[in-house]
RNA sequence: GCCUGGGUGGCGGAAUUGGUAGACGCAACGGACUUAAAAUCCGUCGGCUUAACGGCCGUGCCGGUUCGAUUCCGGCCCUAGGCACCA
């Protein structure tokens, strides 16, 4: 290996040298060993969409980071990395461009993992890998027939986007102002049979599990709990008057069922259903109802509707009749697809009185047993019941209890615990996905595919179409000789990423899904991706690796001992109206800015016409936005260390980052410095160590000392316990700054420096490891600095005799103050009160109090 | 609409357990070097005020708790992410 003693930062020669040294040492390969501690480090892995993004070079930079502190600090690292390559994008591609999802897939992955490797990641490549192939898949159908096995897998109808021009099912991302992306049809909504994994089976332990994850940020915790919903209340049913039915529904709130005016079903509901077979106007909204979106989000935010079905329910208790209605807002897939209405205390209940002139009748008081006014909005507080015949007087709890006993023993109700969580849909009708492996015989029977008979691979002539339309596909000899069809659908890619953590473990296992290897690695020791992530893919992880444990797969309970959650990477948007609320976006290199005096941006023109361009809000970088900043361009004008200090150094993890070109320029100036700096110290120490005298120091140099060994400490802690990154880099450009500013060249100088410059490089070789690396050889030490454990703070460096403290009047900042360390109580107070500026706020003042926090500050509180 | 975050100088951010608001960096401005530019180096840098020491105001807005609040509590505004077929 060469030296690198020049006086230019050469990051592109630099990053080369150590790259390719370090892949033919297989610097990163990681082994199971017993006897060392083990540390499992993992990002997210990527869909390999075709580029990194900044958001994946922010991503797998903290992951590198911290898996090189961890190894630096003795512990057995593995970091794997792989693809999940099944999606969307990849069908569209083959449908724009005619190129095989296969193939598409593959170059996206061989041009990434170039660039994951020219930004020096220590991965274990040995261990890659990708879900699109069935090496990978096939152990997905073996896993799916074991959960058929046990019945947590099952076949109902479900609501899909569909778009009727090109009969196909749509993504809701294909779903434009509710219209298909590529016929521009109203897109319409259809039940059709789909597969759902069993997750509510497990609702109770992943709520329960989520107060043992001690390592994981507490708002996804919270989104979680959120997320799976869990309420108890009552679940009763309502007779239909006239008709041999009742209409169940379930309510968090037994105490208000004196105040149920109205009933409502979803659309789908099959009363609803049946009313409109034979009635027109009601036929007629179900339509309308079916162009509306299926995101849950929309359908909260249209307008409230309904109609009245023309039935009506008996109340269980006043058996007087309530109307019952269809409306938009009842969700079919969230409890019974019923609700009843109380529209005194539920505002969405009053909305819809009120629109359609309902009674809304009131039966919980205010805190003072008075009647609430409800004329202006619901009264949604709890209270003592009122105009709810013998249960009125009653509160809350004692309400609920004895209406729930009494619809127990009158066999209309029973107590139950609701979730909000659904069933996990896994079903896709797409072609770039893993076949569910179920056969059906001509009457329709299920059959699941015979272990034997795996993988159930994709067909190679698919060129985005799904496989419905591949008929030799399609079309499969049954068990008993007879020909059937094969499922069509593909597992939706979550399924995939459900799982790949515990299959790096054990990537080159033919045989079995997992082996024995996955009890040493896992649980992952941090897993570290985005915040969108919080809910779907966290969840659905955390229930696979359950149903795993259950299968006797794995050992641990939970995937993921430790989470960080990183934040989005934004940058500003530029955009002009198209015309109909649509706007074409420009992106980054295309635009022009002008800034005032101060920085501030005032305008954009586009390069290509000159002429003015709309400044947006700074968003998500994203492809429909078209403001991302590719990574490609800055290494190759910056090298990867000035990358990956850039982001590090930018933001916290968890923090959204704006991205900013210019703050680029400042990493790369600190890069350059730092390898000058070490070049002119390397040059006047002509690479002899120097000793010295550890007591002798003089205050100057005691001072320097003092300070490398501090920030020992606070980028140990910043790191290693805090994870942030951006402090520990402030930190060590603190300690460099110090460094530099001192210039003597005696032998006591020149060996303090040493020692700092070695520090500093130890410091930063998690963040930057090829610059740290070569300045190590360059300051003369020929030990590899991957193997060089993290520096230790030399607690007797530490040792000093005063500390500066404050010092306030009336917790006003007064003075600054220099106590000897051990000073007592009344030592602090006097100095205080002798200092200037502090008695000319005291004089003439009673002192009534004063306050010493210890090595803080003393405030002292006067009056008149 | 619901759930979860965030809001501090011109900008990114710091202040770790309620104890010095603005570390570190970017931009800007002034100066040195240079034929010139770039690069580099030195200095200034929240607002108002003061000859100076210093003082007053200031962490989205309104209110509260406290000797002391960017930090805790209540209400409001703005903003980002998620909302089950983007991954």
Redesign the pocket.
Known sequence: MQDFLTERYDPDLIEKAFQSDWEARGAYRATEDPNREKFYCLCMF??PSGRLHMGHVRNYTIGDVIARFQRMNGKNVMQPMGW?A????AENAAIENGVHPAKWTDQNIAYMRSQLERLGFGYDWQRELATCKTEYYRWEQWFFLRLYEKGLVYRST?T??WDPVDET??????VIDGRGWRSGALVERKEIP?WFLKITAYAEELLNELDNLEDWP???K??QR??I?RSEGLELKFALIGLDDSLEVFTTRPDTLYGVSFMAVAPEHPLALSVAAADDTVAEFLNECKLQS????AL??MEKKGIPLGVNARHPLTDEPIPVYVANFVLMS?GTGAVMAVPAHDQRDWDFAKKYDLPIRPVISCGNGEIPDISKRAYVEKGNLVQSDVHSGLDFEDACESIIQLMESNGTGVRRVQY???D??V????YWGCPIPVMYSEDGTEIPVSDDMLPVALPDDGQGTPLSNIKEFVEAVLPDGTVGRRETDTF???FE?SWYFSRFCSPDQANMMLDDRVNYWMPVDIYIG????????LLYARFFHKTMRDAGLVSSDEPFKKLLTQG?V?KETYYREMGNSRRKYFSPEEVEIK?D????ALSGVLKADGREVDIG????MSKSKNNGVDPQALIEKYGADTVRLYTM????P?????W?D??V???F??L??LWRMVFEHAKSTNQNKRTYKKDELDPVLGELRRHIHRTIV?VT??IG??Y?F??A??AV??LV?HL??VNADDNDTLAIKQEGFETVCKLIAPVVPHIAAAIWRNLGSQEDLLLVGWPEADQKALVTSEI?I?V?V?????A?ISVPVDATKEVYESMALEDG?VKR?TKDQTIR?M?V?PS??V?I?VSD
Not at 169 to 174: H, I, M, T
Not at 654 to 658: A, D, G, I, N, P
Request: hydrophobic share 35%; net charge positive.
């Open positions: 990527p869909y999940d099944f999606g969307l994008p479900a899909v986007n099912v749509l993504a809701n991302e294909q789909q507490d708002a996804v919270t989104m959120n997320w919903g299926t995101t849950e989000a909260e935010k969230y909000r969580l659904r996990w849909l079903s896709r009708q797409r939706d890619t979550f990423s985005g915040v969108e992530h919080a809910v779907l893919h989005m934004c800034t005096s101060k920085g501030v809000p700074i968003e998500k150094f930018a933001a916290p968890e923090q959204t980052l704006e900013s210019t703050a320029e400042g990493s100036r600190f350059k410095s606070k802690d910043d316990r805090r942030k951006n402090t880099i402030a450009m603190e700054n530099s500013s500066n404050v306030q009336n917790g006003r900042k007064r600054i500026n706020f109090r306050i926090v803080k500050l405030n509180v």
